[in-house]
């Protein structure tokens, strides 16, 4: 017995910028919410084009992993540690980072504590 399932989608607008905020839209009939933030390709986007929201989810899940190598790798030797970090670490702090590079110093220091929280994990490192 095949059941048909109709897909809920959520429609949804964003006013990017500052003009004309009081501007509601309809489809369908139906007027679409406003957010001031959305998700899209696995990139946060703002109303304003700030990218604060990115960089604390990156941070986030970055933290996640490494959290997850120190409780996981006994063995910490530096080129294993290097190349875990690469290979799992980097890739959430850089993902798309062409389209949400940080400019805010607090943005910045948010991503590069990643890498001193790494620093400290492998013996000899930690000041470097």
Not at 91 to 117: F, M
Request: proline fraction near 1%; aromatic fraction near 10%.
């Amino acid at each position: 017995m095949a059941k048909h399932f109709r897909e809920v989608t959520s429609h949804k607008a964003m006013h990017v910028g500052t003009l004309d905020t009081s501007s509601s839209y309809y489809m369908e009939g139906s007027e679409l919410s406003e957010v001031s933030y959305e998700k899209d390709l696995g990139v946060w986007v703002s109303s304003y084009m700030k990218c604060s929201k990115q960089c604390l989810y990156a941070f986030n899940k970055a933290t996640r992993v490494l959290g997850m190598i120190k409780r996981t790798i006994r063995f910490k030797d530096t080129r294993v540690m290097l190349s875990l970090y690469k290979t799992l670490v980097r890739s959430h702090v850089e993902y798309c980072s062409n389209a949400w590079n940080p400019h805010y110093i607090k943005d910045k220091q948010l991503i590069e504590k990643v890498q001193r929280r790494f620093m400290k994990m492998i013996k000899n490192m930690e000041g470097k």
